[in-house]
């Protein structure tokens, strides 16, 4: 039996921080998990600015109400979980990403929360499970599931090694040069096509 376990932003919709920061103006929160790979120096990063410009949850839920799922994407996740067991697995929170799950059909998703202050002030996030990615992905093969795995950044890596098979979708150039091992696709129609051959190999 195969599971596929899908990154959400960069795979199924665009990064939620970018868009924030454009709607805002203010570039520094363009940084992501594409470019920094220690995952709580990027959040402490972002919660500051957060704070230096009295940024609060109401302003960025507004942001991501506006943003919709990326061209073709709810086509190909109804196509994969037809096929098989689907799981987003995101290092998002879910206060951000309801609004998404919502556009996309209402996946299964895992991911963190986080912590808001009465005023909406975004003082702290709580991490579900520490590399959370990586150990859904041992939990389903250690229920004798294969697993094939889709992500996109840094923070993708260890799940990608811990699956069956491992996909880079849309990387960036760091990412790929770095993980060669990986093939890369950059739209859904290849990513499908990766996955089945992928699921060929794996014999199932």
């Known amino acids: 039996m195969l599971a596929v376990c899908l990154d959400l932003e960069g795979i199924l919709v665009p990064e939620i921080w970018i868009n924030v920061a454009e709607r805002t103006g203010i570039e520094a929160l363009r940084r992501t998990t594409r470019d920094e790979p220690d995952y709580d120096k990027l ?12 940024i609060t949850i109401d302003d960025i839920t507004t942001a991501i109400e506006a943003m919709d799922p990326f061209e073709g994407a709810v086509g190909f996740l ?5 096929r098989w067991p689907t799981i987003v697995l995101s290092d998002t929170f879910s206060q951000f990403a309801q609004p998404m799950m919502d556009k996309l059909g209402n996946p299964t998703m895992l991911c963190h929360t986080l912590v808001i202050e009465d005023s909406g002030r975004i003082s702290n996030w709580t991490i579900r499970l520490e ?13 004798n599931l294969e697993v094939v795995a889709v ?40 990513l499908m096509a990766a ?9 199932e």
């Open 43 to 54: 959040m402490r990063y972002r919660l500051d600015i957060l704070d230096e410009n009295d």
């Open 78 to 82: 109804d196509s994969i979980e037809r």
């Open 131 to 143: 590399d959370q990615k990586r150990r859904t992905v041992e939990a389903l093969r250690s229920m």
């Open 151 to 190: 992500g996109d950044s840094y923070n993708d890596i260890s799940m990608l090694a811990a699956a069956s098979a491992g996909i880079l979708f849309r990387p960036p150039d760091n990412v790929v040069e770095e993980f060669p091992q990986y093939p890369n696709t950059h739209d859904y129609g290849g």
């Open 195 to 203: 996955i089945g051959e992928a699921v060929a190999v794996l014999g």
